[in-house]
């Protein structure tokens, strides 16, 4: 199973945590995505895969509330209403999750870095923004989740500018988990990385997964990247799923023309 | 024992005696004509005008002979004045296809209805100093040929682009364009606002933009359809009599470029549009409008932001208003002590801090 | 000047300018848009505050007009003497006699009272416009309370210096809600803001926003637990009237650059020199 002992301790919700009924996104004639509808459930790793153009990127924005999708629902298992469709949220409602339940992985971690405030600042932004006014514990704990994402902590004061890609790319990540959040999306979040930064990235996020019982909804074209990390799978190609199950199985046993044709052309090392 | 400094108001008393001194200067010259300025400078009262917001060459001379000749004071001088006047109502809009042409090209057609008239222009001239106009000197006058200025109703010549769809339209929606002067500017804004906005733009800072574009930041290919300058009717509607009677003529500036045309393969191509009109014969400013004006249009027109600051529209209309500009760019000669001790004392506990730490 | 109106702007001016500061007044701490007139003296010089002071002034008003502290600095000649011309006005230079106060960049040291209106010059109303510069995002921060960037950068004054590295025109929050900036005062005068009995008038001509404070408005300078905030000054007394609590100017009195502190207040000052409280 997905989840830690510890994880599973800490749920006692029986629901999905995020529950998503035919959401389609139309630029015009042409289709960003289309009738996508699936549960994800607490401490589980859904991978989105396809090629570019596939409409996965459009997916994950319609989910994470920067897109506003043309029809379909979001369900979101709040803590203290139980289930919402997060598309009727109000404004405040949605920044407020964002910094708090959900976290956003961009592919390029200077879209979600502050590039101009140092590590501890972008840290704890969020602690801030939740009004946290203690500076030293602010800073103990920015220390302490630089440790987490291997970032050696005596760097707190140093700005994104001063890190290699993989280490911006961490501090993304720490920035967005210091809230404790109990979903992630992301968006390829070792793409234009180095093969072995790569490899210990993929390492740091299953260990973080596992630790925290963290939800996510992956995307990335990298093969490699979702048996690592995902649970289960969705393949999607012309703004639609076309087949989808457990990462295993879709993997070693493909269904549709269309996956065989991607999993046979990942080249083998 | 120190007495703290005062007499500020002397001080200020004496600082106007010299200005009135300085300004009126030797007092064997005559005193400047405020009709000279008007009549002899008119590309300075134009000026003046245009980024004063008020059309009238004689308060515009005056202000620019009591601003010793520095024009954004002149531009003050004649805003103030602006506050003060009643708000009788609103004209009808302008027909600038009926304007009293004195002057009136197009740059992309060799010949149109009406003919390429040059006007009054520097264009063609050598820039050579010429010192029969020192002193109070003067040129010699060739007879004026048949009549300066021609009764020219000769249609835009965009409007012949038009009929044949080449160029998008610019239909009048009908809305009452906002007023700048009455309501706090809230972007962003829509294109009256703009170039209301633009209308009342520092020249230079205008110019500096325009050029930029044109050096590749946020090109968008401007060609002059039409420059034309003359004298137009401001027509306003009284409610008493039921129809428009006409108050006023004024003259004005008016440029409409043709730029960078858009479509793809389901949208046919249309060229599009940039417009610049302001009061007097102020070409510089009215093509600079036309030009930031089309880069601010990117979004509309479904283009690219490239990031360029002419197509920054909160950079741009937060800061070509002179008047604000030089007022905060002075107001630092104002005594500032109070906080510079606030700085003061913040640095030295710092530097006394990093002493401690060596 | 009997061609102008009282106190220079005509009576529709005012209207508007007064429905600005009701709003202000409504909603502590909020900056609200009003359509800011071109003035005879230069933005960035007080417009804002001598729009807010002309459409409150009434003829039985007693204005006092301050810069730096003091009376008599140019500025405050200036404005004092626009008003005189257009108003008529009684004019003084005592704090406790005036009911209109018209200041930039200090709080008088006299404490105000529930008669007397004090209206600040602003340059730069918006709090954060150093860490966004654009409009139409800080907006959005003051509507949703997401003040979350405010705070970082006093984290980062602390990370890089040791303490908060702000001395004037400190942000403070007002009545738990609009975060707010009080015009460049040095942060020494800050607490004289909270639970003020005198009405407070924000006025930012150029950047045509009015902010106000009604009385006894809680006001709270931003800081950290650990690091709570202090109004600090030079650690000296006025070498005229010997106050230790006045903030103080200080004055290069000689080529070898020997100084001397003497009380910004000029009115407080020359009052307890007089031997008066």
Same mark, same amino acid.
Request: charged share 25%.
């Given at each position: 199973m997905a989840m830690s002992a510890a994880a599973l301790e800490m749920?006692?919700?029986?629901?999905?945590?995020l529950s998503v009924r035919n959401v389609g996104k139309r630029y015009g004639a042409r289709?960003?995505?289309?009738d996508v509808s699936f549960d994800l459930w607490p401490g589980e790793v859904l991978g989105v895969v396809g090629e570019s153009g596939s409409g996965k990127s459009t997916l994950l924005s319609c989910l994470s509330g920067q897109l506003r999708p043309d029809e379909g629902e979001v369900i979101f298992d709040t803590r203290?209403?139980?289930?919402?469709?997060?598309?009727?949220?109000s404004e405040p409602e949605r920044r407020r999750l964002g910094r708090t339940d959900w976290a956003f992985v961009h592919q390029n971690p200077r879209d979600g870095l502050?590039?101009?405030?140092?590590a501890g600042g972008n840290v704890g932004e969020r602690l801030m923004a939740n009004g946290a006014r203690h500076y030293g514990r602010i800073r103990a704990t920015a220390q302490d989740w630089l440790t987490r994402v291997?970032?050696?902590?005596?760097?707190?004061?140093?700005?994104?500018?001063?890190?290699s890609g993989g280490m911006q790319q961490r501090l993304q990540i720490a920035r967005n988990l210091v809230s404790g959040p109990r979903l992630a999306f992301m968006d390829e979040?070792?793409?234009?990385?180095d093969v072995s930064v790569q490899a210990r990235l993929l390492d740091l996020l299953r260990g973080l997964v596992r630790d925290i019982g963290l939800s996510v909804v992956l995307v990335t074209h990298d093969l490699a990247v979702v048996r690592l990390l995902a649970d289960r799978l969705m393949v999607m190609k012309d703004g639609r799923v076309i087949e989808s199950g457990l990462t295993d199985q879709v993997l070693d046993d493909p269904q549709h023309a269309y996956t065989q044709l991607l999993v046979s052309s990942v080249l083998q090392v | 024992m120190y007495v703290a400094v005062k007499g500020g108001e002397r001080a200020i008393d004496a600082a106007h005696d010299w200005l009135d001194r300085a300004h009126r200067g030797p007092a064997e010259q005559p005193a400047l004509d405020t009709a000279q300025i008007r009549d002899q400078m008119a590309l300075a009262v134009a000026r003046v005008m245009a980024e004063g917001s008020l059309y009238d060459p004689d308060l515009a001379a005056l202000a620019i002979k009591q601003a010793r000749g520095d024009l954004i004071e002149a531009i003050f001088l004649l805003r103030a004045y602006r506050t003060t006047l009643p708000r009788l109502g609103a004209s009808d809009?302008?027909? @600038?296809?009926a304007m009293r042409v004195k002057r009136r090209v197009s740059a992309?057609?060799? /010949?149109i209805p009406g003919g390429q008239i040059l006007g009054p @222009?520097?264009?063609?001239?050598?820039?050579l100093l010429d010192?029969?106009?020192?002193? /109070?000197g003067e040129l010699p006058m060739s007879d004026p040929k048949g009549g300066d200025e021609k009764t020219l109703h000769a249609p835009h010549v965009l409007s012949f682009l038009n009929r044949e769809g080449l160029i998008e339209d610019a239909a009048d929606e009908g809305a009452d364009p906002p007023d700048l002067t009455r309501e706090p500017m809230e972007l962003p804004a829509d294109r009256a606002l703009r170039l209301q906005a633009l209308a009342r733009g520092d020249e230079g800072f205008l110019l500096g933009l325009a050029y930029s574009t044109q050096r590749?930041?946020?090109?968008?290919?401007?060609?002059?359809g039409e420059l034309r300058i003359g004298m137009v009717s401001v027509e306003l509607e009284i409610p008493e009599l039921g129809f428009a009677i006409e108050i006023a003529e004024v003259e004005l500036t008016e440029c409409e470029t043709v730029n960078q045309f858009k479509g793809s393969k389901s949208e046919p191509a249309q060229f599009t549009r940039g417009y610049g009109l302001t009061f007097g014969q102020t070409e510089r400013k009215a093509l600079s409008m036309a030009l930031v004006d089309r880069a601010l249009r990117w979004e509309e027109l479904g283009?690219?932001?490239?990031?360029a600051p002419a197509q920054d529209q909160e950079f741009v209309l937060s800061h070509c208003d002179n008047i604000q500009a030089t007022g905060f760019l002075e107001?630092?000669?104002?005594?500032h002590y109070v906080d510079f001790q606030a700085e003061l004392e913040l640095v030295r506990r710092l530097r006394a801090g990093t002493e401690d730490a060596k | 000047m009997s061609e102008y109106n009282f106190a220079y702007l005509d009576e529709d001016t005012k209207r508007m300018i007064r429905r600005a500061i009701l709003k202000g007044i409504a909603v502590p701490g909020y900056q609200v848009p009003f359509a800011s007139r071109e003035m005879?003296?230069?933005?960035?010089?007080?417009t804002g505050g001598v729009q807010v002071t002309a459409a409150t002034l009434v003829p039985e008003d007693v204005l006092k007009v301050i810069d730096q502290g003091a009376d008599d600095t140019t500025n405050a000649v200036s404005i004092r003497k626009f008003f005189q011309r257009t108003a008529g006005i009684a004019t003084t230079e005592r704090t406790t006699e005036a009911t209109v106060i018209q200041t930039r960049h200090r709080i008088p040291e006299t404490p105000l009272n529930e008669d007397q209106i004090l209206v600040y010059q602003v340059?730069?109303?918006?709090?954060?416009r150093f860490l966004e510069p654009r409009e139409t995002e800080t907006r959005r921060i003051h509507a949703l309370a997401d003040y979350g960037l405010m705070q970082v950068r006093l984290y980062e004054d602390i990370a890089r210096?040791?303490?908060?590295?702000?001395?004037?025109?400190y942000p403070v929050e007002v009545a738990g809600r609009y975060v707010m900036d009080p015009?460049?005062?040095?942060?020494?005068?800050?607490?004289?803001?909270?639970?003020?009995p005198a009405i407070q008038l924000f006025g930012a001509g150029r950047e045509q926003r009015i902010y106000a404070l009604p009385p006894y408005t809680r006001v709270r300078s931003l800081d950290f637990d650990d690091y709570p905030f202090s109004a600090s000054k030079a650690d000296h007394a006025c070498?005229?009237?010997?106050?230790?609590?006045s903030y103080l100017d200080e004055v290069i009195t000689d080529d070898a650059g020997g100084r001397m502190y003497v009380c910004s207040d000029t009115d407080y000052c020359a009052r307890r020199a007089e031997g008066g409280a």
């Open positions: 749920q006692d919700v029986p629901g999905p945590l289709i960003g995505c289309s203290d209403q139980g289930p919402r469709d997060t598309l009727l949220m502050r590039l101009g405030v140092s291997e970032i050696d902590p005596s760097r707190v004061d140093d700005r994104p500018r001063q890190f979040p070792t793409g234009g990385l | 809009p302008v027909d @600038t296809g992309t057609f060799k /010949d @222009t520097f264009d063609y001239t050598h820039r010192f029969r106009l020192a002193a /109070d590749g930041y946020a090109r968008n290919h401007a060609f002059v283009e690219d932001n490239q990031g107001h630092i000669k104002l005594p | 005879p003296m230069p933005y960035g010089w007080g340059p730069i109303p918006e709090p954060m210096h040791g303490e908060i590295a702000t001395s004037y025109a015009s460049p005062i040095p942060k020494f005068d800050n607490p004289k803001l909270d639970d003020c070498a005229i009237c010997g106050s230790a609590t």
